[in-house]
């Protein structure tokens, strides 16, 4: 990878890995003058004979529950948001985030951590990605709970 990434793609979920990711790449994009593009997918459920009753309500729900995560996500970056592109693909109808990835020529891409019990955290589409040439593929893990601040000492004989 290069020493400073110029061009960042975020997957975005709704999480504190997330958030976390989010994080990273506006303090990337302020620091080096990274562009960014930020990625939100929605998910559909099968509709039609096969899957039961229509699905076209709720994945319109869905893509618009996506939609409103990356207004989260761009307010979330504050003045990074002004170098940064967002996405919504939706799954199935749209290309895939590899596709993405793939065109787009980014350097890093940065994925929330997913925690699965008894293994290491990762995410699902992180060995897909791996193929991508030239870039760096990062897992964020969520961001720590920020340390309790010091409380003021009490005077000598006050009841707590």
Do not use: C, W
């Amino acid at each position: 990878m290069r020493s400073r990434p110029e061009r960042i793609l975020i997957l975005y979920e709704q999480s504190r890995a997330g958030t976390a990711a989010i994080d990273l790449a506006r303090e990337l994009a302020e620091k080096d003058g990274a562009s960014l593009t930020v990625v939100g997918i929605a998910p559909q459920a099968p509709s039609g004979p096969r899957g039961g009753n229509s699905a076209v309500e709720y994945n319109a729900a869905v893509a618009d529950s996506v939609a409103h995560d990356l207004e989260e996500a761009r307010h979330r970056l504050a003045q990074a948001a002004e170098r940064a592109a967002f996405v919504l693909l939706v799954d199935g109808a749209d290309q895939t985030l590899e596709q993405l990835a793939r065109s787009g020529g980014f350097d890093l891409v940065l994925l929330p951590a997913h925690r699965r019990p008894f293994r290491k955290s990762g995410h699902p589409a992180a060995f897909e990605l791996s193929g991508v040439p030239g870039a760096e593929i990062r897992i964020v893990e969520r961001a720590s709970q920020p340390p309790p601040k010091p409380q003021p000492p009490r005077p000598a004989g006050a009841a707590g």
